[in-house]
Structures are given as structure tokens and as C-alpha cells.
């Protein structure tokens, strides 16, 4: 727990650092076909925030451990027509409440053992979702820096067989 | 340059939102022998800004287009025994500065085509060292996040297999 908060608390800020007010070339960028722009990935983790961590972890704690479904593409209806900018202010407020509210559960070593079952994987602890949940922040981090980074692709010239990002 | 300067002037801030007042869990994390804490790559960064990417755009403007050497570890041993928070704080510094200096030369379309030679690559136009900066810092935003992304490791159990940063 007093791993995993800090670095929930942190990531808007760091997006919101990173992507407020940039222009369409960087905000519209996505990875190809099926992929997503920095703002839409910003969407999927307020989505994520509402409908999936928080309920999971409470039907571990309160229910009978069934994880509610969770759909990884509701976010982009959801995110259409809204500016970058407006998506950073939503996933800002919704994660301040979501942290709020996971500080509240005041989560034991105990607590963090239970169990939940995951459609695919079967038997999951607390623990793992919330670790889950600051690792999955961190992949959407990579995500956002790595779709911005492959405008320059052409850009670079031949130092694109240094740039990890690129390969 | 309309496109790179708003990403390096965001660089810092990005870090700086993600890393500061981190604890030690995830700032003295490292990918393996041989690779980079966190901090260390915020080093990294600062000095590529002092060594590498203004002195060769300099070289390329008003020298022979012969770029200087770039130590790409030089900084591990400026970086030692400082706190991560000061390693933001140089950096913060730094690329405020680099930014300054690069918008008082007001590039031209002809200056960007303006050719060095790369010891390994030859020809490169200084557009291309421009956009490699600017990945270059995705980059290395990329590494610092699959570097805290890797403490979780073990902790996220069977989802490992979901999170791409992991595997």
C-alpha cells in the first residue's frame, strides 16, 4: 500500500505535464489501425479507474470475489468529441477520488491475502490488483510516451537504430 | 522546430511529476546489471543536454560539422551521491536554458538541412539531430516507467501477462 499510492497519486500530474496543450501532432497521433492517441489512452485510465480497480477490489473485500465485466474499449465512445485537455481534468478528479477512497479502506496485510476470481486466471489476491493497477498506470505511461515518440520516426534519420523507442 | 521545442520544454516537468519525493522502492529500482535507476537517467539526460545536443547543432551551424564526443555514461559518476530531487532540479535548470539558447537561434527550413557528420552514421542534417532529441527524451521516459513498472514484477501474479511493460 504505501508503495502503490504514491505512484497512483502521480500519474496525472505526469500526463498532464507531459500532454497539456501540446498540439494535434501529438495528440492525434496514435500507433496504427486499432490503436489509440495519447487522450484516448488518458480516457481508458479514468474508465479503468471508475469501472474496474475500485469494484473489483470491493468484491474481494465485500462480495463474493465474481469480478464485475470490464470492457477496455467503452472508453472511446466515452472520450469522443472531448479535448485533450478535458480528458486530463476528468482522469485528474476521478483518480484524487479513487485514491481517497482506497486510502480510506485502510487495507491490512490481511485484507490485501483475500482472494477474487478472475475470468481467465482463476484465483487473484488484492495485493496483485492493486499492484496490477500501478503497473497498468505505468504500461499506459510507456504507451503515450512511445506513440508521441514515433511521429519523429522519419524525422531521426539513421538514429533510429539508437532509439529503443523506435525499434 | 514548432513540434520539438513544446516536447522538450514538457520533458522535465514529466519527470518531475512522476519522480520527485519518490521513495526509495522505486528510485533506486534498476533493470539489471549495468542499467539505469531512475535518477540516474534524469543525470543522463542533463548531461546530453550540456554535451551533445546544442554543441553538435553548434558544430554544425558555425564548425565543420564534426561532432564532439558524447560519453554516454559520463554522468554516472557526476550523478553519485546526489539526491534524486537535485537531479531534478539540474535537469529542471538545464533544459531551460538549452531551450532558450535553441529558440534565440530561430532555425531556418534552410538551417535544418544543414549537414554534420555523425562518426558512425555520416551525413545528418540538423533536423534530424532536433528530432532525435526530442525522442530521445520519449525514450528515456519510456525507460524510467518500465523501470518502475518492473518493481511490480512479482507482485501483479497472473497479470503480468497483460501488461505488455512487463514482458
Not at 48 to 56: E, I, K, M, S, V
Amino acid at each position: 500500500m504505501e508503495d502503490a499510492v504514491p505512484v497512483l497519486r502521480r500519474t496525472p500530474g505526469t500526463l498532464d505535464a507531459l500532454l497539456r496543450g501540446l498540439g494535434p501532432t501529438w495528440t492525434q497521433a496514435d500507433e496504427g489501425p486499432g490503436t489509440w492517441t495519447p487522450p484516448e489512452v488518458v480516457a481508458h485510465l479514468s474508465h479503468a479507474d471508475r469501472t474496474n480497480w475500485l469494484p473489483r477490489l470491493h468484491t474481494i473485500l465485500h462480495g463474493d470475489g465474481t469480478f464485475p465485466p470490464f470492457d477496455r474499449f467503452a472508453h472511446l465512445a466515452a472520450s469522443g468529441g472531448r479535448t485533450p485537455d478535458d480528458l486530463l481534468d476528468e482522469f485528474a478528479a476521478v483518480r484524487r477520488e479513487c485514491v481517497t477512497r482506497l486510502e480510506t479502506l485502510r487495507l491490512t496485510a490481511a485484507d490485501l491475502r483475500r482472494t477474487g476470481h478472475h475470468p481467465e486466471f482463476g484465483k487473484v489476491t488484492a495485493g496483485q490488483l492493486l499492484a496490477t493497477w500501478v503497473a497498468h498506470d505505468l504500461d499506459h505511461v510507456v504507451q503515450i510516451a512511445r506513440t508521441l515518440a514515433g511521429v519523429q520516426r522519419n524525422a531521426v534519420g539513421p538514429w533510429q537504430a539508437y532509439l529503443r523507442v523506435l525499434r
